[in-house]
C-alpha cells in the first residue's frame, strides 16, 4: 500500500511541480519554502540537536501555531533540558512560530512526504519523539520514523467533516498508517470517534480538549488593542466593525451591510481582514468599487501615516487580525457564508465580543456550540440577517456586552488542554525510555 502510494505521489508531482514552480516564478510565493522542504537547510539554520530529549513539534500554519504554542510552553517548563525542534509547512506559519513560540531551539519547514529527504531531516534532527497537531498525517515519514525508534503522538487532533469523507474513502489505507501513531490526544468525543472508525486503536485515542483555549486566554491583555488604536487612531469611544478571515464572496456582503448601517450608524468604522493576505488589493478595491472610495491598507497607517477620516481599513499584513478584534465592538467571522467550513470564532470570543458568522462551521462545530449557550456567537444566513443582528446590539450595549463576557468566560472556563496533552507527551516518553 505504501508502494501504491508512493506511485500516486509521483503522479501528482508530474503535474504539480510545473503548476508550483511557475506560480513562485510569476508570485514569489514558495521560494523561501521550497529548498528547505526538499531538506536543504544550512547548518546554522538547523544546528546538531543539542539536549534531552529530543522532541519535534508540527504544526502546520498559523492556526496550529496558535494550538501548539501553550503545549511547547508546558514542555519547556517541565523539560527544561529538552531539545525542542519547531516544523511549519506554509510561510506564514513560520512567521508566527518565531513570534509565538520562543521555547523552540529550531524551526524550519516540514520535508516534502519523499522518502530521501524525510530521512536526510531525521537523520539531522534525530528526534525521540514526533508530535503533530491537529491530525496532520504524512504516510512517508511516519513510517520512516516509526521504523527509526521515533514515537508519534497527535495531539489538539481534530478531523472535520470534509476530512474525514476523504480519509473514509481508502480507510484500508490510513488503517495501516495509524498503527503507526503511538498515541492520539483528540479535541472532541466526536474527533475520537472518527479516529477510532478509521481503525486506529480505542485504547491509544485520547480526548484532551482543544489547547488553542489555552493559548488565546493567555494573549488577550489591554496593551494589545490600546496599541493597535493608537497605531490607526482610533478613539476610545469609537465603535468598530471587525470582519476577519473572509473569503471571495462574503466581503461584498460585508460592505454592502456596512453601507446600511452607516445610516443608523455613522461612527461606525469598518476593519475588513481577508483570509489570504494576497487578495488585500482586490478586497482594498472592491470597496472603492462599492462606494468607499478612500478605503486604505492597514501597512499604508501602520507605516506612519495618520488617518484622515478613511471608514474602511483593509488588513493586509500578517498577525494583526487578533489585536484589531480587541478593538472590535462587534465581529463577523469568515469563511462561513460560503462553504468553507469557517474560522477560529475562539479568537474574537477570548476578547469578549459577540461574533456573527454564517451557516458553513463544519470545521469550528464544538466552538459554535460552546459561544452560541453562552449568547455569544449568532449563525446569520445572509447580509439581512447579518444587519438585523448587528443593528439590534448596537442599540442594547449592554446586552452586548453581557453576552461578550459569557463567551469570553467560556474560553476561560475550557483552559488546561495544554497541560493535558504535554503530560501526554511525557508519558509517551517514559514509555520509549522504558
Same mark, same amino acid.
Given at each position: 500500500?505504501? +508502494?501504491?502510494?508512493?506511485?500516486?505521489?509521483?503522479?501528482?508531482?508530474?503535474?504539480a511541480v510545473p503548476y508550483y514552480g511557475v506560480k513562485m516564478l510569476l508570485?514569489?510565493?514558495?521560494?523561501?519554502?521550497?529548498?528547505?522542504k526538499f531538506g536543504f537547510v544550512r547548518r546554522d539554520e538547523l544546528p546538531?540537536?543539542?539536549?534531552?530529549? %529530543?522532541?519535534?513539534?508540527?504544526?502546520?500554519?498559523?492556526?496550529?501555531?496558535?494550538?501548539?504554542?501553550?503545549?511547547?510552553?508546558?514542555?519547556?517548563?517541565?523539560?527544561?533540558?529538552?531539545?525542542?525542534?519547531?516544523?511549519?509547512? =506554509?510561510?506564514?506559519?513560520?512567521?508566527?512560530?518565531? *513570534?509565538?513560540?520562543?521555547?523552540?531551539?529550531?524551526?524550519?519547514?516540514?520535508?516534502?512526504?519523499?522518502p530521501f529527504v524525510v530521512r536526510k531531516v531525521l537523520g539531522r534532527i534525530?528526534?525521540?519523539?514526533?508530535? =503533530?497537531?491537529?491530525?496532520?498525517?504524512?504516510?512517508?515519514?511516519?513510517?520512516?520514523?516509526?521504523?527509526?525508534?521515533?514515537?508519534?503522538?497527535?495531539?489538539?487532533?481534530?478531523?472535520?467533516?470534509?476530512?474525514?469523507?476523504?480519509?473514509?474513502?481508502?480507510?484500508?489505507?490510513?488503517?495501516?498508517?495509524?498503527?503507526?501513531?503511538?498515541?492520539?490526544?483528540?479535541?472532541?468525543?466526536?474527533?475520537?470517534?472518527?479516529? %477510532? $472508525?478509521?481503525?486506529?486503536? @480505542?485504547?491509544?485515542?485520547?480526548?484532551?480538549?482543544?489547547?488553542?483555549?489555552?493559548?488565546?486566554?493567555?494573549?488577550?491583555?489591554?496593551?494589545?488593542?490600546?496599541?493597535?488604536?493608537?497605531?490607526?487612531?482610533?478613539?476610545?469611544?469609537?465603535?468598530?466593525?471587525?470582519?476577519?478571515?473572509?473569503?471571495?464572496?462574503?466581503?461584498?456582503?460585508?460592505?454592502?451591510?456596512? %453601507?446600511?448601517?452607516?445610516? =443608523?450608524?455613522?461612527?461606525?468604522?469598518?476593519?475588513? $481582514?481577508?483570509?489570504?493576505?494576497?487578495?488585500?488589493?482586490?478586497?482594498?478595491?472592491?470597496?472603492?468599487?462599492? #462606494?468607499?472610495?478612500?478605503?486604505?491598507?492597514?501597512?499604508?497607517?501602520?507605516?506612519?501615516?495618520?488617518?484622515?477620516?478613511?471608514?474602511?481599513?483593509?488588513?493586509?499584513?500578517?498577525?494583526?487580525?487578533?489585536?484589531?478584534? @480587541?478593538?472590535?465592538?462587534?465581529?463577523?467571522?469568515?469563511?462561513?457564508?460560503?462553504?468553507?467550513?469557517?474560522?477560529?470564532?475562539?479568537?474574537?470570543?477570548?476578547?469578549?465580543?459577540?461574533?456573527?458568522?454564517?451557516?458553513?462551521?463544519?470545521?469550528?462545530?464544538?466552538?459554535?456550540?460552546?459561544?452560541?449557550?453562552? @449568547?455569544? #456567537?449568532?449563525?446569520?444566513?445572509?447580509?439581512?440577517?447579518?444587519?438585523?443582528?448587528?443593528?439590534?446590539?448596537?442599540?442594547?450595549?449592554?446586552?452586548?456586552?453581557? /453576552?461578550?463576557? /459569557? #463567551? /469570553? +468566560?467560556?474560553?476561560?472556563?475550557? /483552559?488546561?488542554?495544554?497541560?493535558?496533552? $504535554?503530560?501526554?507527551?511525557?508519558?509517551?516518553?517514559?514509555?520509549?525510555? *522504558?
Open positions: 500500500m505504501f +508502494a501504491l502510494y508512493n506511485i500516486l505521489l509521483m503522479i501528482v508531482a508530474l503535474f508570485t514569489g510565493k514558495y521560494r523561501k519554502s521550497l529548498g528547505p546538531v540537536p543539542q539536549g534531552s530529549p %529530543r522532541i519535534w513539534v508540527h504544526a502546520v500554519s498559523v492556526g496550529e501555531v496558535t494550538a501548539a504554542a501553550p503545549i511547547v510552553a508546558c514542555l519547556r517548563s517541565d523539560l527544561p533540558e529538552a531539545c525542542i525542534v519547531l516544523s511549519t509547512s =506554509t510561510e506564514t506559519g513560520q512567521e508566527a512560530a518565531r *513570534r509565538l513560540i520562543p521555547e523552540a531551539m529550531s524551526t524550519i519547514y516540514y520535508p516534502l512526504d519523499v534525530r528526534p525521540d519523539i514526533f508530535v =503533530t497537531t491537529e491530525t496532520e498525517l504524512w504516510p512517508n515519514f511516519l513510517r520512516i520514523a516509526g521504523g527509526m525508534g521515533v514515537k508519534i503522538v497527535i495531539v489538539n487532533g481534530r478531523i472535520s467533516p470534509r476530512s474525514y469523507r476523504k480519509y473514509n474513502i481508502t480507510r484500508f489505507f490510513w488503517r495501516e498508517v495509524l498503527r503507526l501513531v503511538d498515541r492520539a490526544g483528540m479535541i472532541s468525543a466526536v474527533d475520537a470517534g472518527r479516529l %477510532r $472508525a478509521l481503525g486506529m486503536d @480505542g485504547d491509544k485515542v485520547h480526548i484532551l480538549g482543544n489547547a488553542k483555549y489555552d493559548s488565546l486566554a493567555a494573549k488577550t491583555s489591554r496593551q494589545l488593542p490600546e496599541a493597535m488604536a493608537a497605531k490607526l487612531g482610533i478613539a476610545a469611544d469609537e465603535r468598530v466593525f471587525v470582519a476577519g478571515s473572509t473569503q471571495k464572496g462574503e466581503e461584498q456582503v460585508v460592505l454592502n451591510v456596512y %453601507r446600511r448601517l452607516l445610516a =443608523t450608524c455613522p461612527d461606525l468604522l469598518l476593519v475588513i $481582514a481577508p483570509r489570504h493576505i494576497e487578495r488585500s488589493r482586490a478586497v482594498t478595491a472592491l470597496a472603492k468599487g462599492a #462606494g468607499f472610495e478612500d478605503a486604505v491598507a492597514l501597512s499604508e497607517i501602520a507605516g506612519g501615516r495618520l488617518r484622515r477620516g478613511e471608514r474602511v481599513i483593509v488588513v493586509d499584513v500578517m498577525g494583526e487580525l487578533f489585536a484589531l478584534y @480587541g478593538l472590535a465592538t462587534v465581529v463577523f467571522c469568515g469563511g462561513s457564508l460560503v462553504p468553507k467550513g469557517g474560522q477560529n470564532i475562539l479568537e474574537p470570543a477570548a476578547w469578549g465580543k459577540v461574533v456573527f458568522y454564517g451557516p458553513s462551521m463544519e470545521d469550528f462545530s464544538n466552538e459554535k456550540v460552546l459561544l452560541e449557550e453562552a @449568547g455569544a #456567537g449568532v449563525t446569520v444566513k445572509n447580509g439581512d440577517e447579518l444587519l438585523g443582528g448587528i443593528l439590534s446590539l448596537l442599540g442594547h450595549p449592554e446586552d452586548l456586552a453581557g /453576552r461578550g463576557e /459569557r #463567551g /469570553r +468566560a467560556v474560553v476561560v472556563a475550557n /483552559r488546561g488542554a495544554a497541560r493535558r496533552y $504535554a503530560d501526554l507527551i511525557r508519558e509517551s516518553l517514559q514509555r520509549a525510555t *522504558r
